[in-house]
């Protein structure tokens, strides 16, 4: 009877915050990740920061493709912010909780940039393949009024769809267990410590995942290979072996963006030996990327780093 009265007490109890633990198996330690990790992020905020300056000052790239580039660093900076402040305050810091509220708050931030991102490679895809392979009708499709569109749809699409993320989590009950083994609010990491039923959760959040981040990456896969296939067909090899640098750097940093995403559903949906791997992911996931897009997107850009040597007062020699 006792033990059937603390069950009862223990299932009425609910949590009035989460205690973010850090990355598992390594809590003693883990501040010296606190180094590589401030680095990427103030790579990502510089990096971004300075593309948004040099298209808002060049009247020459205010054309659809810097755009989509803009458009970019702002989630990709909106993704790094959302998440590195309080990871490296939990690392820096004993200041490990943080409320109910505000981490539903930030498990649909994540969700949402995250999303948004994909849809706006999904965009850029589109803009690289009709100026390949139709540069006639390009000035016709990709417009001002196209770029618009398309940030809206795409903004719309991931900000209305991922409501129900924090709000399903929000229902939860959460009796006993608050210590996340995470540095941030993931979805299946916060309702794993649920005392009730978690499946609609898990089943939504795989859902949306399957559904939108692959139709997106299955359009992208698909741009790229009418592009590849469009510039095989050039008789120029300088045109064509530029065409293929940059395709192929463009694909490797979306194939890791999607490939981080499908292998952190799989880890959490298995039991880990390694519960560290799917963690440091996560944090690389949302960091990596905004750091490195403006180089690989921007930087090998002849326009915009002409536009970077401009800012910089440097002299600027390339082809």
């Not at 960091?287 to 002409?306: D, G």
Request: contains cysteine.
């Amino acid at each position: 009877m006792f033990q059937d009265l603390r069950d009862s007490n223990s299932s009425k109890f609910q949590v009035s915050a989460f205690i973010l633990m850090g990355f598992p198996g390594i809590h003693s330690w883990q501040h010296w990740l606190s180094l590589p990790l401030a680095l990427l992020y103030l790579l990502a905020l510089s990096a971004n920061t300075l593309i948004l300056i040099i298209i808002n000052q060049e009247a020459t790239l205010h054309q659809p493709m810097y755009y989509f580039l803009g458009i970019l660093a702002v989630v990709d900076t909106g993704l790094a912010t959302t998440i590195m402040p309080k990871i490296l305050t939990i690392l820096w810091s004993s200041a490990k909780t943080i409320s109910l509220p505000e981490c539903f708050v930030q498990m649909y931030a994540i969700h949402s940039f995250v999303g948004m991102e994909s849809g706006i490679f999904v965009c850029m895809a589109i803009d690289r393949y009709v100026a390949i392979c139709q540069p006639l009708s390009y000035s016709s499709i990709i417009t001002k009024s196209f770029v618009v569109k398309a940030t809206v749809f795409m903004a719309l699409r991931n900000s209305l769809t991922t409501i129900p993320i924090p709000v399903l989590a929000a229902q939860r009950h959460y009796c006993s267990k608050n210590k996340i083994e995470h540095c941030l609010c993931s979805n299946l990491g916060v309702t794993s410590l649920s005392c009730d039923d978690r499946t609609i959760n898990s089943v939504y959040q795989l859902l949306l995942a399957w559904t939108f981040m692959g139709s997106d990456l299955g359009l992208i896969l698909v741009s790229y290979a009418l592009i590849l296939h469009s510039v095989l067909k050039l008789n120029s090899m300088e045109a064509t072996s530029k065409a293929l640098s940059t395709c192929t750097s463009h694909l490797i940093l979306i194939l890791f963006f999607y490939t981080v995403i499908i292998v952190i559903s799989i880890t959490h949906s298995a039991t880990m030996t390694i519960p560290l791997i799917p963690v440091l992911l996560n944090v690389l996931h949302n960091v990596i990327p905004p750091a490195l897009n403006p180089m690989v997107y921007a930087l090998k850009n002849k326009e915009l780093r002409q536009g970077l040597c401009k800012l910089l007062k440097l002299d600027f020699k390339g082809n």
